[in-house]
């Protein structure tokens, strides 16, 4: 039986189970009420508990434009070449891409799942609260720390691309720690002036960093083989295809660096899961949303693999791209290949396509705060859950991310020694070289577990349901149940 919106304006419940989504009602047997006549989009996000705020101006390829520029192929392999070059070597490159992004799909077919059943603002967060064991939903949704940190990442990454490029071009500069940060400020600044917009900007906008992207990734992959100013042009098959191109640049066992290089993968081929964040403004979300998820998934495979393939074939000495003076390995391996002209013209594209994927990432991340702000899960959610009268948008989630991710990239003001304590991958351990991930890794953790057994557990629930919705199956207003079958026996009601 399906729900349809009463006649004459009465009152009615939704049946969450005919609408085939999985909902936060479910684990009390509630049901949404409403009053007015809505579409298939706002009746499923009403029965998931949540009004309609957003326009849904986003159509399919909106989201998956927006999802694709998160991913940004060619400019997040650049970010990360000193990953898989420096790792594993060229042919661990090739066959760590296959592998590692073969096991992605999975991950990415059972998300796009999750969105066609749940299609809300918070993603994983209300999927990890309505599918939990009784009890655990809190502590399962209480993740979200994690979710902040994609602008100040990529921005840092374009950042330094902006300022390499600047050396390049003139040799006498020096890139001093300040100038990334200056640099990365801005950077927050013009691209939250751009995100803040209607919906059907940011799908504009987001558009035309997909096309972008395809045209940044189609000029490398012709331009450097081509264009190779090497002799030979390329290396031969057998450093990119076999064990004689499997070099172990760790001080670990072999298969081991191999699986290290899936890092330049996993960073790659983050960001498929924006269509879930974005689904509260997609037509169609329970639809639209989980293929873009997929078509994001698979396209980045597809469309990433002849990019590494031209990597290993063209690149000639790996250490002089992963440690070079530039260090900035994408600007290196442009300049070895194309030399000083080319070279920077090369790099300067990839640093435009970078640019789409930081715009991307403020998008997403913007709407995450939104979902969680909505729930009361943040300090100051009754600021950052407001969504602007213009625009449509958060707005003040927004500006709340980047101010948090200008905060954060203070950090790159760290010693060297604090840096490389994070990043540090040898072998050979000892106080001095360890990589100390496991511990800051775990003292955020720990000091998270700590909030929410302490505190956060008292008064955070999840998801907080703001529409009006039935109390444990029973109706406190009189409510009428109407069915699209004809049955309109009435619910029971209070007295």
């Given at each position: 039986?399906?729900?349809?919106?009463?006649?004459?304006g009465?009152?009615?419940?939704?049946?969450?189970?005919?609408?085939?989504?999985?909902?936060?009602?479910?684990?009390?047997?509630?049901?949404?009420v409403?009053?007015?006549?809505?579409d298939?989009?706002?009746?499923?996000?009403?029965?998931?508990?949540?009004?309609?705020?957003?326009k849904?101006?986003f159509?399919?390829?909106?989201?998956?434009?927006?999802?694709?520029?998160?991913?940004?192929?060619?400019?997040?392999?650049?970010?990360?070449?000193?990953?898989?070059?420096?790792?594993?070597g060229?042919?661990?490159?090739?066959?760590?891409?296959?592998?590692?992004?073969?096991l992605?799909?999975?991950?990415?077919l059972?998300?796009?799942?999750?969105?066609?059943?749940?299609?809300?603002?918070?993603?994983?967060y209300?999927?990890?609260?309505v599918?939990?064991?009784?009890?655990?939903?809190?502590l399962?949704?209480?993740n979200?720390?994690?979710?902040?940190t994609?602008?100040?990442?990529?921005?840092?990454?374009l950042?330094?691309?902006?300022?390499?490029a600047?050396?390049?071009?003139?040799?006498?500069?020096?890139?001093?720690?300040?100038?990334?940060?200056?640099t990365?400020?801005?950077?927050?600044?013009?691209?939250?002036?751009?995100?803040?917009?209607?919906?059907?900007i940011?799908?504009?906008?987001?558009?035309?960093?997909?096309?972008?992207?395809?045209?940044?990734?189609i000029?490398?992959?012709?331009?450097?083989?081509?264009?190779?100013?090497?002799?030979?042009?390329?290396?031969?098959?057998?450093?990119?295809?076999?064990?004689?191109?499997?070099?172990?640049?760790?001080?670990?066992?072999?298969?081991f660096?191999?699986?290290?290089?899936?890092?330049?993968?996993?960073?790659?081929?983050?960001g498929?899961?924006?269509?879930?964040?974005?689904?509260?403004?997609?037509?169609?979300?329970?639809?639209?949303a989980?293929?873009?998820?997929?078509?994001?998934?698979?396209?980045?495979?597809?469309?990433?693999?002849?990019?590494?393939?031209?990597?290993?074939?063209t690149?000639?000495?790996?250490?002089?791209?992963v440690?070079?003076?530039l260090?900035?390995?994408?600007?290196a391996?442009?300049?070895?290949?194309?030399?000083?002209?080319?070279?920077?013209?090369?790099?300067?594209?990839?640093?435009v396509?970078?640019y789409?994927?930081?715009?991307?990432?403020?998008?997403?991340?913007s709407?995450?705060?939104?979902?969680?702000?909505?729930?009361?899960?943040?300090?100051?959610?009754r600021?950052?859950?407001?969504?602007?009268?213009?625009?449509?948008?958060?707005?003040?989630?927004?500006?709340?991310?980047?101010?948090i991710?200008?905060?954060?990239?203070?950090?790159?003001?760290?010693?060297?020694v604090?840096?490389?304590?994070?990043?540090?991958?040898?072998?050979?351990?000892?106080?001095?070289?360890?990589?100390?991930?496991?511990v800051?890794?775990?003292?955020?953790?720990?000091?998270?577990l700590?909030?929410?057994?302490?505190?956060?557990?008292?008064w955070?629930k999840?998801?907080?349901?703001?529409v009006e919705?039935?109390?444990?199956?029973?109706?406190?207003?009189?409510?009428?149940?109407?069915?699209?079958?004809?049955?309109?026996?009435?619910?029971?009601?209070m007295?």
């Open positions: 039986m399906s729900v349809s919106s009463a006649p004459g009465r009152r009615h419940t939704v049946d969450e189970s005919a609408l085939g989504v999985t909902s936060i009602f479910q684990k009390n047997n509630d049901h949404a409403v009053d007015h006549d809505m298939a989009d706002e009746e499923i996000l009403v029965s998931l508990g949540y009004k309609q705020e957003f849904r101006d159509s399919i390829w909106s989201c998956f434009s927006v999802s694709f520029s998160i991913l940004g192929i060619l400019p997040s392999i650049a970010s990360t070449l000193s990953y898989n070059l420096a790792y594993s060229q042919a661990g490159s090739v066959w760590g891409w296959i592998v590692a992004s073969i992605i799909q999975f991950v990415a059972s998300m796009a799942e999750l969105c066609s059943s749940m299609p809300t603002a918070g993603g994983l209300y999927a990890a609260a599918l939990a064991p009784d009890g655990w939903g809190p399962a949704s209480w979200f720390i994690g979710q902040l994609g602008p100040v990442s990529v921005g840092y990454a950042a330094y691309m902006i300022l390499t600047a050396a390049i071009g003139n040799p006498e500069y020096v890139i001093q720690t300040w100038h990334i940060y200056l990365l400020l801005l950077i927050l600044f013009v691209s939250g002036l751009i995100t803040m917009q209607a919906t059907k940011i799908g504009w906008i987001n558009v035309v960093g997909t096309w972008v992207n395809l045209i940044a990734l000029i490398f992959v012709i331009w450097l083989p081509v264009g190779s100013v090497n002799t030979p042009k390329t290396n031969p098959n057998s450093v990119v295809w076999t064990g004689e191109g499997l070099v172990n640049g760790t001080e670990w066992p072999s298969g660096a191999f699986i290290m290089g899936f890092l330049s993968v996993i960073w790659t081929m983050s498929y899961d924006a269509p879930f964040h974005l689904s509260e403004e997609c037509s169609n979300a329970n639809v639209a989980p293929r873009a998820i997929v078509m994001t998934a698979q396209l980045g495979f597809h469309l990433g693999f002849p990019v590494i393939l031209v990597i290993a074939y690149v000639m000495n790996i250490p002089d791209v440690a070079g003076n260090g900035q390995p994408m600007g391996l442009c300049l070895q290949v194309l030399g000083p002209k080319a070279g920077l013209a090369m790099f300067c594209i990839n640093i396509a970078q789409a994927v930081e715009l991307g990432c403020i998008i997403a991340g709407r995450v705060i939104y979902a969680y702000s909505r729930d009361g899960a943040l300090p100051g959610s600021w950052w859950k407001k969504v602007n009268n213009y625009t449509k948008t958060p707005v003040n989630a927004l500006w709340f991310d980047l101010a991710n200008a905060l954060l990239g203070l950090l790159m003001f760290a010693s060297p604090a840096i490389g304590a994070v990043f540090s991958i040898g072998g050979d351990l000892n106080a001095l070289n360890m990589n100390y991930t496991c800051v890794y775990g003292g955020v953790m720990t000091c998270a700590l909030w929410y057994a302490i505190d956060a557990r008292k955070f999840g998801p907080k349901i703001n919705h039935l109390i444990h199956g029973q109706d406190t207003d009189d409510i009428e149940a109407v069915m699209v079958d004809g049955d309109s026996e009435p619910k029971k009601r007295e």
